[in-house]
């Protein structure tokens, strides 16, 4: 009996099973390595080292290559490994040169696509131009913006098959090397808007130290303020400013009846970072100008024309209303650059008049003039000063507070004869229930509200 073709196909089965083992330890030995060096490695470029060296043993290649490409259009050779440095770097040469011609091929001065065309230009330039003949074998590395790469295998062996095994296998390291480059870009990203939130917060807590730290005892003023920004850093600005000149800032006495003060408000078209910053701009060139003992239109004249160069590049502009109270004759003398006039309740009429004049907004021409206007007061009229992000606050039906449901809610308060704080409260709860709790306000919103009182002659002292 012959049993010479059973044996032989007994060996051949052993061959074949032991071949599915070598290849299954193979493959499970990748994956273990893979997901070792994406928990381990925090650098990117670490993990990409050992990608060429693995496609090549998984595939029992002769070498490897990784061809990355960044947002930015730069291509590059990330990694390169060969067995043995024969040829590898006549490889590299040859891999760098094709890639710096087929890049002047295709861009001619235009945003490079790195499409079939490319790669295909790019793969036989390499064949051509080496001395030896070499197989190359390759897959993309995708990601969810588009092929971000490739990375290939190598070999000079006439009889090498490129089976569905091997084929595989390469799109597994190349998967896995995708969600490597994607981990990294999102740990660049969030290290980014780290590094952001923490200038905002700053910004945010520089602004807050430049608004008032706290009222001054101006005879016969009661005030109350709020600054509530939409973002972490507004365009908002309100102030009050000792306006004596005869004497030195440091000198003067807030509870003195001869102090003249300056109260402003201003709003910076826009929000965010860029309004924040022309906003601290504006408030250390308006301080400088009140030193200088002009009226409130000159200032204002001077203010803009000092700011128009920087505000006509930004492409933004400044509204701002600047008053000075003088206790001794209660009188506001103020001037308006397009801002919102604030409402002044008469309380011997019970009516509210608008406190404004003519002026552009801060920015828009550099030689623009501003009038002024004066308004005498009396024991218990309030103003309030305040930003369009009251009049604006919207509803979830996109309806507007406005300015007449804003002169409604406020002379109601002065009606009932609430204090400044309370009148503010006022507003701002009318204002919170008009929205909605659940809303956040879409602009920054300021208000700045005074009331006259008596002023008690007998508590004044003088200097």
Known sequence: MNYEPQIGSVA???????????????????????????????NLNQFLELIPLMVTRVTDG????????????????????CQGENGCNELRQQLELAIIKTLSDVSQGKEIKFHADFWEKLESRIELNLDYRIEMFRTPILLESGERGRLYVFTRNPNYEWTVDRQKLLQLVADQTAVAIHNDELTVELRKKERLDRELEIGAEIQERLLPKKFPDIPGLELAACYLNADRVGGDYYDFI?????????????????????????????????????????RGMLRAEVLNGHSPARILQHLNRVM?????????????????????????TYSNAAHNPPLYWQAATDSILRLDTNGMLIGLDADSRYEEAQVQLHSGDTIIYYTDGFTDAANQDGERFNEESLIQTFQTACQ??????????????TIDRFVGADRANGDDMTMVVMKVNPIDRQSDRSL
């Open 416 to 429: 009932q004869q609430l204090s400044s704080q309370a009148t503010l409260d006022r507003i701002v709860s």
């Open 242 to 282: 000792p306006a004596n000149y005869d004497r030195p800032i440091d000198r003067l006495s807030a509870d003195n009846i001869t102090n003249k003060w300056s109260i402003t408000i201003g709003d910076v078209m826009g929000k965010g970072v860029p309004a924040g910053l022309i906003m601290t701009m504006t």
């Open 308 to 332: 128009y160069a920087d505000l006509e590049n930004s492409s933004r502009f400044v509204t701002l209303f600047y008053s000075e109270y003088d206790p001794t004759t209660q009188i506001l």
């Open 62 to 81: 002769e070498g490897g290559a990784i061809i990355l490409f960044k947002k930015t259009g730069q291509l590059q050779i990330h990694q390169l490994h």
């Open 12 to 42: 051949a089965l052993q061959e074949l099973v032991a071949n599915l083992t070598r290849q299954q330890k193979k493959t499970h030995e990748l994956l273990s390595n893979l997901g070792f060096a994406l928990r381990s490695f925090k």
